[in-house]
């Protein structure tokens, strides 16, 4: 894949240098947020890792060429254009192939973070096993890319559109350490709080950074989740985005939606239920996990 890459300079040299580099994925700005404070969203949080002195390098393809920093005008395109693709592992060979435009997602951004030698990733939430998964099949890629990519994807949890226990079961069999942000608890994206246990904590940046140098010595392929819980005074109550959630999940039903589709519907969904606060929610948790990471970057640099 490596001669499809391009790598903007300034994360070329960080890398060089053993520099803190971060990279950030696109979904988020293609399918997941709201127009127009996906494309602001996305500069804010690059502009929050230089500020922490990290180079922030956020993924996407253009044009059939995977570009490792985007600068503000391709995020732009990300962001505005029709047509672009949602790109997980399944998809790359379709969208180089075919010259397309796509972003990718937690599963996607993992495979190219590798590829360039990068080992941090923020992100919002990561794609987890489907409420009704034992009928449609349907997990996400990004669980099986967490098997066998070993890169840190500091996430606040998944949301609780999913089945969270499910997506934590899978990831202990898969043999991958979900690591609590001081917190033993599994967050669930809006709310600091699943309800769920977490089995490893860590306390500080410099500890996550220690299991993550480990657990390449070990020569262990999976990467390491970090779950970070969204900041106490931009959490939404549990109970409160369950009556969202179980609207938007009769409205999948109905319209029928299937595969790559059924996290955009659901996100938009909720995001339209629950107003700006979600929103207001999703930001702060995003440029939460953004510091966290820089600091973890900064501890393996
Ligand atoms: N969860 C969110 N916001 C998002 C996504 C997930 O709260 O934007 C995106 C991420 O890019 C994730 C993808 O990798 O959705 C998962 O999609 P799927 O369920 O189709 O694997
Ligand atoms: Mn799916």
Same mark, same amino acid.
Do not use: W
């Given at each position: 894949?490596?001669?499809?890459?391009?790598? !903007?300079?300034?994360?070329? *040299?960080?890398? !060089?240098?053993?520099?803190?580099?971060? @990279?950030l994925e696109s979904?988020i700005i293609a399918?997941g947020l709201?127009?127009?404070q996906n494309v602001t969203v996305a500069l804010q949080a690059e502009e929050?890792?230089?500020?922490?002195?990290?180079?922030p390098?956020t993924?996407g /393809?253009?044009?059939?060429?995977?570009?490792? #920093?985007l600068?503000p #005008?391709?995020i732009e395109?990300l962001g505005?254009? *029709? #047509?672009? &693709?949602?790109?997980? !592992?399944?998809?790359?060979?379709?969208? +180089?192939?075919?010259?397309?435009?796509?972003?990718?997602?937690?599963?996607?951004?993992?495979?190219?973070?590798? %590829?360039?030698?990068?080992?941090?990733?923020?992100?919002?939430?990561?794609?987890?096993?489907? $409420?009704?998964?034992?009928?449609?099949?349907? /997990?996400?890629?990004?669980?099986?890319?967490?098997? $066998?990519?070993?890169? =840190?994807?500091?996430?606040?949890?998944?949301?609780?559109?999913?089945?969270?226990?499910?997506?934590?079961?899978? +990831?202990?069999?898969? #043999?991958?350490?979900?690591?609590?942000?001081?917190?033993?608890?599994?967050?669930?994206?809006?709310?600091?709080?699943?309800?769920?246990?977490?089995?490893?904590?860590?306390?500080?940046?410099?500890?996550?950074?220690?299991?993550?140098?480990?657990?390449?010595?070990?020569? &262990? *392929?999976?990467? +390491?989740? @970090?779950?970070?819980? @969204?900041?106490?005074?931009? *959490?939404?109550? !549990?109970?409160?985005?369950?009556?969202?959630?179980?609207?938007? &999940?009769?409205? +999948?039903?109905?319209?029928?939606?299937?595969?790559?589709?059924?996290?955009?519907?659901?996100?938009?969904?909720?995001?339209? %239920?629950?107003?700006?606060?979600?929103?207001?929610?999703?930001?702060?948790?995003l440029?939460?996990?953004?510091?966290?990471?820089?600091? =973890?970057?900064?501890?393996?640099?």
């Amino acid at each position: 894949m490596k001669e499809y890459l391009h790598v !903007r300079s300034d994360v070329a *040299e960080a890398l !060089r240098l053993q520099r803190p580099v971060i @990279v950030l994925e696109s979904t988020i700005i293609a399918h997941g947020l709201p127009r127009p404070q996906n494309v602001t969203v996305a500069l804010q949080a690059e502009e929050e890792a230089r500020s922490l002195g990290a180079v922030p390098a956020t993924v996407g /393809i253009l044009e059939g060429r995977i570009v490792i #920093g985007l600068d503000p #005008g391709q995020i732009e395109r990300l962001g505005t254009e *029709e #047509g672009v &693709l949602k790109v997980s !592992r399944r998809d790359f060979a379709y969208a +180089l192939a075919g010259g397309r435009t796509g972003a990718t997602t937690v599963c996607g951004t993992m495979m190219v973070a590798r %590829l360039a030698g990068i080992r941090v990733f923020a992100t919002g939430g990561i794609g987890g096993v489907h $409420r009704g998964a034992e009928r449609s099949l349907d /997990i996400s890629a990004d669980l099986l890319e967490l098997a $066998r990519t070993p890169v =840190i994807v500091v996430s606040a949890g998944a949301k609780a559109i999913l089945d969270l226990s499910g997506t934590l079961e899978f +990831l202990e069999t898969r #043999g991958v350490p979900v690591i609590g942000y001081r917190t033993d608890r599994f967050p669930a994206f809006y709310s600091a709080d699943s309800g769920l246990p977490l089995d490893l904590v860590a306390d500080s940046p410099e500890q996550v950074a220690a299991v993550y140098r480990v657990q390449r010595s070990l020569g &262990l *392929e999976q990467g +390491l989740l @970090v779950a970070n819980p @969204v900041p106490k005074e931009h *959490e939404i109550p !549990r109970a409160t985005m369950e009556g969202y959630i179980g609207t938007a &999940l009769a409205e +999948l039903e109905r319209a029928g939606v299937r595969g790559k589709q059924v996290t955009p519907f659901l996100l938009s969904k909720v995001l339209e %239920l629950s107003g700006g606060r979600s929103l207001d929610s999703n930001i702060a948790l995003l440029l939460n996990n953004v510091r966290l990471a820089c600091r =973890i970057a900064a501890a393996l640099a």
